[in-house]
C-alpha cells in the first residue's frame, strides 16, 4: 500500500474537481426586468408571485409563501400553527439552529428526538417517546437531503392529533415512496441560502394545501398587515420576512436548473455510495427503497474501532489527499441542545424564559445523552460535500482516498 500523502506519499487526487458557475445569463435577464419594472417591493412586484405559482405547481400544491430565509420560512410554518406559549415542539437533534429559532420566538419549547443512526433522520419511535400532553407539533427535518419515514410519521400524527411541519431546507425534490418531501406536512419550509441546491443568497419559502394557513403566512410575513385586503391593523406578532423582488428574480432562474442539480448529484452520490459500501469500516449513508437522495451533503460513518486514529486524524489524513472535507459532519460538530443556548437556557437575556416560566408552566433543561444515537453520529462522521460539477472521475479518486487512508489506519486483528 503506497503511504499517505499525509507523510510525503503521492497525493490521490491530482486534478482539479470539476466546477462551475452558479449563476448566468438566465439570472442578469431576471434581474435586468426587475430594474426595468423599477420596483423591489413584493407586493408590488411580478417576480415573487410568479416564484411563489411556479414553486407551488412544480410540487403540485397549492400555496407557497416565498420569504426572506430558511430560518423565517420555519418561523411562518410555526407561526400558521397557533399554538399556545409553553406547547413543546418535537424536532431532530441534529439540525440548523434555522429549524429551532421561530419556535423559540413562538415561546414554545423544542424538544429533541434522536435520529437513525444509517439516514440520520427522526424515527417515529424517537418521536413518540417524547410526545407529552403539552406536544403540539412535530418538526420533521429531511436531512441531509434524504427524506425522513414520513408514512411512520404522519400515522404518529394522526394517532396523537400533532400538526407535522416539514422542514425541507437541505432537501429539494428528494422522493419518498412516489411524493415529494414538502408536500406532506400541514405546512412545510424551504430555504435558498447560499450553501443549498438552488440560492439567492438568502430566501425562504413555505408550501401548504390549506387556506387558512396561506393566509396567515402571507401576514406573518408582512407585519401582520393584510395587504390583500388592503387593512391594517395587526391582530398578532409578526416579523417583516419580506423577500425582494431581486431574490425573486435569481429564485426564478435558479429553479429552471434545480431538476438537474439534483439529478446530477444524486447520480454522483450513488456512485461514491456504491464505492464506499465496498471499503471495510466505511459506511455511506443508506438510503430506503423508494426514496431519492439529493445529497446536500454526503456522510459516511468511519467505524473507529476498527479504524485506529481519531477523526480528526482521518479527515486529516483524506485531506492532505486533495479531498477537501469536514469531520464531526459540520462545523461546530455537536447536538443542536449542546449549543449553549440549551445548555445555559439563555435564549432571551437576563432570563430562562420560554425553558423554564412559571407564567408558561414550563420546565426544561437539555442534558448530555439525551440523544445518543445523534451524539456517537456527530462523533464518527467525515462529511464530502458533492458538487454537481464534479466528475465521474472526481467521484471515483474521492473513494480511492477514503479507501487508501482507512487500509492505512485499519487493523486487521
Ligand atoms: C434543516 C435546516 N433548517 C433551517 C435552515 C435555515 O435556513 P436559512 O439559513 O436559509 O435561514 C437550514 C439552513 O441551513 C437548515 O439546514
Known amino acids: 500500500m503506497s503511504s499517505l500523502a499525509l ?34 417591493f413584493y407586493f408590488f412586484g411580478k417576480k415573487v408571485f410568479e416564484l411563489q405559482e411556479t414553486f407551488a405547481r412544480l410540487y403540485g400544491m397549492n400555496y407557497c409563501i416565498a420569504c426572506s430565509s430558511g430560518t423565517a420560512a420555519v418561523h411562518i410554518a410555526i407561526g400558521t ?75 404518529l400524527g394522526e394517532k396523537y392529533h400533532l400538526p407535522i411541519i416539514e422542514d425541507c431546507a437541505q432537501a429539494y425534490l428528494c422522493g419518498y415512496q412516489g411524493r415529494w418531501v414538502g408536500t406532506m ?37 408582512d407585519k401582520c398587515y393584510d395587504r390583500e385586503a388592503g387593512k391594517r391593523n395587526p391582530y398578532f ?58 445529497y446536500f451533503l454526503f456522510m459516511f460513518r468511519v467505524d473507529l474501532s476498527r479504524i485506529r486514529v481519531s477523526l480528526v486524524d482521518f479527515s486529516k489524513a483524506l485531506a492532505a ?26 435564549a432571551f437575556p437576563n432570563s430562562r424564559h420560554p425553558f423554564v416560566s412559571s407564567d408558561l408552566g414550563t420546565n426544561i433543561s437539555y442534558q448530555e445523552g439525551l440523544c445518543p444515537q445523534a451524539e456517537k453520529a456527530f462523533l464518527e462522521t467525515i462529511n464530502l460535500q ?11 479518486e474521492m473513494a480511492d482516498a477514503v479507501e487508501k487512508v482507512a487500509g492505512f489506519y485499519r487493523s486487521e486483528g
Not at 412535530?138 to 441531509?144: D, L, P, R, S, T
Not at 428574480?249 to 454522483?268: D, G, H, M, S
Not at 469531520?327 to 449542546?338: A, R, S
Open 237 to 294: 406578532l409578526a416579523p417583516n420576512y419580506q423577500m425582494t423582488e431581486l431574490q425573486g428574480a435569481v429564485a426564478l432562474a435558479q429553479l429552471k436548473k434545480l431538476e438537474w442539480i439534483v439529478e446530477r448529484r444524486n447520480r454522483l452520490g450513488t456512485q461514491l455510495t456504491e464505492y464506499l459500501q465496498q471499503i471495510p469500516g466505511i459506511t455511506p449513508p443508506s438510503v430506503p427503497a423508494g426514496c431519492r437522495h439529493s
Open 81 to 155: 400553527l397557533e399554538l399556545t406559549p409553553g406547547t413543546e415542539v418535537i424536532t431532530s437533534a441534529i439540525t440548523d439552529m434555522g429549524t429551532l429559532t421561530g419556535i423559540l420566538y413562538q415561546n414554545l419549547i423544542p424538544v429533541f428526538a434522536d435520529i437513525d443512526p444509517l439516514t440520520y433522520n427522526l424515527t417515529a419511535e424517537s418521536i413518540e417517546q417524547r410526545i407529552t400532553p403539552r406536544t403540539g407539533a412535530i418538526v420533521v427535518v429531511h436531512h441531509a437531503g434524504l427524506a425522513a419515514d414520513m408514512d411512520k410519521i404522519m400515522a
Open 386 to 396: 458533492i458538487n454537481e460539477f464534479y466528475t465521474e472521475k472526481d467521484i471515483r
Open 185 to 221: 406536512g400541514a405546512i412545510n419550509a424551504f430555504s435558498l441560502n447560499h450553501f443549498k441546491h438552488i440560492t439567492c443568497g438568502s430566501g425562504g419559502m413555505v408550501l401548504t394545501n390549506d387556506e387558512k394557513k396561506r393566509k396567515i403566512a402571507s401576514l406573518f410575513v
Open 321 to 346: 489527499e486533495g479531498i477537501p472535507n469536514a469531520p464531526h459532519m459540520i462545523t461546530g460538530g455537536m447536538c443542536e441542545y449542546q449549543y449553549d443556548i440549551f445548555r445555559n437556557l439563555s
Open 7 to 40: 507523510y510525503g506519499g503521492p497525493r490521490t487526487k491530482t486534478t482539479p474537481f470539476g466546477s462551475g458557475k452558479r449563476f448566468g445569463e438566465e439570472e442578469k435577464k431576471q434581474l435586468m426586468q426587475v430594474i426595468d419594472e423599477d420596483m423591489l
